[in-house]
């Protein structure tokens, strides 16, 4: 990555752009990843939010954006962005906006939008070639409504509507390949616990036009049950597991940016979060331990041959 | 009826509380109600939840203005005017607060006409995990204080209110709601219902008549930039994260990248430095720094004085 701005740790920001006294948990790992997401893109942007708990970062009067941010409803923040883009582009057209004016679109949404209600507006858009950008804090569930399972929750996980000794039956949607499959301008995961790596793609995103996702992982104290300090502890956990693959997908090849060398057990990542206790309690759960690294195990084989 | 209202902060099981004493009190054969109170905000914001129990149907609705019996899980809470806690509360209502200080000091402090009761505040409860057991402990010191729940209905409601998470989870929960119950008898039943209240003599709260203006006036437009650094979420805050000047080697600014929310800043010298104004206490920095220089100490220990804006 020699064309990036970011060569070392000492190159992120150390002042900040996004404002304090948001109404978001204590250390929420969605937060964590968009105020350094944010400290890149600038203030030159265009919000538009769905229903999630980043709702809550502009409960009016107060906003912590330098610049605008609109609320949508839950499946309809892409065609939101549509109309935004539309308008920016008819000022720029008529001369009432000069190009230095012009704004980033970017949408902003947890999984439950992204992964599932949303999903059929954001398809939409990519087919349009919308020149926007979607940030998706994944959470891997409906956090803002009490962490009910959504199309990212990952297969074992307790929420609230699977509490059974086995937890979520179901198994979390690739939304990274639903993307890539799509062929847009470029698509990335990142996490707030790498913050040098998410700097490099949100530059990245940041000089491309056309459809562009950002997916981060946004580790929640509240949703999977661990100490708010430990956000940042296991945002890394995930990516040393392999549970979350650091990875980017632009000009037709998906690239990974941070293959762990030596991965550790998925259990390191599993037993510091509640919603993963009853794997370890009463009795260890070995059969569904032995699934969930073994589907980690194959994603890393698959990618080395 | 009785009305009783508990207060804390989001993440310490008021919520939990409401239910299990809701429950209680309907294995006792009451009417109840019971519900959370939350607005925006979250973990380690000021919540309460209420539960309202009567021998006969109940009629009233909304929050509890005018309660029997109020019961502060955390100290911190009192002096914050957003938590309002000692809204309704007079001569007739029992004050349970959760603390160090005995009842002489609140009754003082907040000029109490009537009764003070303490539950204190274990060392170990520094531990933020051991902190959910506040919840049970606060249902079963409110069903001691009514007088009116036997040992059994509470047991029984504890644990069908927690079977979700565990029997592991439900027996390190009884064993303090237990300690709780026995340690208050002496004021078993010292708190009295209070009367039921009649629609007739309803007063009708004084209403701010708003015109209907056009919706390019009245849509909830925000024309500045980061207005919210006016929410002061330093009041969230139940630990206190301290930069020890002599440790902190200025390294890459950890601290300052990983703080969710963004509430230290680097000044041109590289030094670090926490907006106690706006941070909540999660601790990720204190975790983070690699020199370990970031200790974090209970807020009511911390030196009041300090400037809240952050220079130190
Ligand atoms: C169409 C619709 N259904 C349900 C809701 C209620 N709702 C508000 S936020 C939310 C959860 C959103 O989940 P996600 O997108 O993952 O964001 P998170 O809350 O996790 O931040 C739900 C279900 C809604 N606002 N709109
Ligand atoms: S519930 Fe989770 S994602 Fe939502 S604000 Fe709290 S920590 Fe953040
Ligand atoms: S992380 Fe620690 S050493 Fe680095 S700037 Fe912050 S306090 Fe100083
Ligand atoms: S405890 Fe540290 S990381 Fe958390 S809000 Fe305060 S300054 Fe930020
Ligand atoms: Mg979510």
Redesign the interface.
């Given at each position: 990555m020699s064309e990036t701005r970011f060569q070392?740790?000492?190159d992120?920001p150390?002042?900040?752009l996004?404002?304090?006294?948001?109404?978001?948990?204590?250390?929420?790992?969605g937060?964590?990843a968009l105020?350094?997401i944010y400290d890149i893109l600038g203030?030159k942007t265009v919000v538009v939010n769905a229903a999630g708990?980043m709702t809550?970062?502009?409960?009016?009067?107060?906003?912590?954006?330098?610049?605008s941010?609109l609320y949508t409803a839950m499946a309809s923040a892409p065609a939101g962005a549509q109309g935004v883009r539309d308008a920016l582009d008819i000022l720029l057209a008529k001369g009432r906006l000069t190009a230095e004016e012009d704004l980033q679109t970017v949408v902003l949404t947890g999984d439950g939008a992204a992964y599932g209600m949303g999903l059929s507006a954001t398809s939409g858009a990519i087919e349009r070639g919308l020149d926007f950008l979607y940030l998706c804090y994944d959470n891997e569930g409906y956090g803002n409504t009490g962490q009910q399972y959504s199309g990212a929750t990952p297969h074992g996980a307790r929420t609230a509507t699977s509490?059974g000794p086995c937890g979520y039956p179901g198994y979390k949607k690739d939304l990274f390949a639903i993307w890539a499959a799509h062929r847009p301008a470029y698509v990335a995961t990142v996490v707030?616990?790498e913050?040098l790596d998410l700097a490099r793609k949100i530059e990245q995103a940041k000089n491309r036009q056309g459809p562009r996702l950002i997916l981060s992982l946004a580790p929640c104290?509240?949703g999977w049950d661990f100490?708010?300090?430990?956000?940042?502890?296991i945002g890394r956990l995930a990516v040393q597991t392999g549970v979350w693959p650091l990875k980017e997908y632009r000009d037709g090849q998906v690239v990974h940016t941070k293959v762990p060398q030596k991965r550790l057990p998925v259990e390191d990542y599993l037993k510091r979060q509640g919603r993963f206790?009853?794997l370890f309690?009463?009795q260890r759960n070995e059969a569904l331990l032995q699934e969930i690294q073994a589907r980690i195990d194959a994603y890393w084989d698959n990618l080395q041959s | 009826m009785y009305r009783i209202r508990f207060h804390g902060r989001g993440g310490q099981g008021m919520k939990t509380a409401s239910r299990i004493l809701g429950t209680a009190f309907f294995n006792e054969g009451f009417e109840v109600q019971d519900a959370p109170r939350y607005g925006a905000e979250r973990r380690g914001a000021p919540i309460f939840a209420y539960v309202r129990a009567a021998r006969r149907a109940i009629y009233e609705r909304g929050v509890i203005r005018h309660p029997d019996l109020v019961i502060v899980a955390d100290e911190t809470l009192v002096a914050m005017p957003a938590a309002a806690v000692l809204q309704g509360v007079d001569a007739h209502c029992v004050v349970l607060i959760h603390s160090r200080e005995p009842a002489p000091v609140w009754q003082h402090r907040l000029n109490l006409a009537g009764p003070v009761v303490i539950l204190p505040l274990a060392e170990e409860r520094e531990d933020r995990l051991a902190l959910r057991q506040i919840g049970t402990a606060c249902a079963a010191a409110a069903a001691r204080l009514v007088g009116v729940v036997a040992w059994t209905a509470l047991e029984q409601a504890l644990r069908d209110e927690l079977a979700a998470l565990g029997d592991a989870l439900v027996e390190a929960n009884l064993g303090p709601a237990r300690r709780v119950y026995d340690f208050l008898s002496p004021q078993q039943g010292c708190v009295a219902p209070g009367p039921v209240v009649a629609a007739e003599g309803y007063v009708r709260p004084d209403w701010v008549e708003l015109a209907f203006e056009d919706a390019r006036v009245s849509a909830p437009a925000i024309h500045a930039a980061l207005t919210s650094e006016q929410v002061q979420t330093g009041q969230w805050r139940t630990l206190r994260p301290v930069i020890d000047c002599a440790r902190c080697k200025g390294c890459w600014w950890v601290c300052s990248t990983f703080c969710p929310d963004g509430a230290i800043q680097v000044d041109e010298s590289g030094r670090p430095r926490i907006d106690y104004a706006h941070c909540k206490g999660c601790m990720v920095c204190a975790a983070q720094c690699p020199h370990h220089a970031i200790e974090a100490i209970p807020e009511q220990d911390a030196p009041p004085a300090e400037d809240e804006r952050g220079a130190k």
């Open positions: 070392t740790m000492k992120l150390s002042c900040h996004l404002g304090t006294g948001t109404a978001l948990c204590a250390g929420c790992g937060l964590e105020h350094e203030e708990c809550l970062l502009a409960v009016y009067p107060f906003t912590p954006f330098r610049g941010w509490k707030g616990a913050p104290p509240t100490d708010p300090s430990e956000t940042a502890q206790a009853h309690q009463p | -």
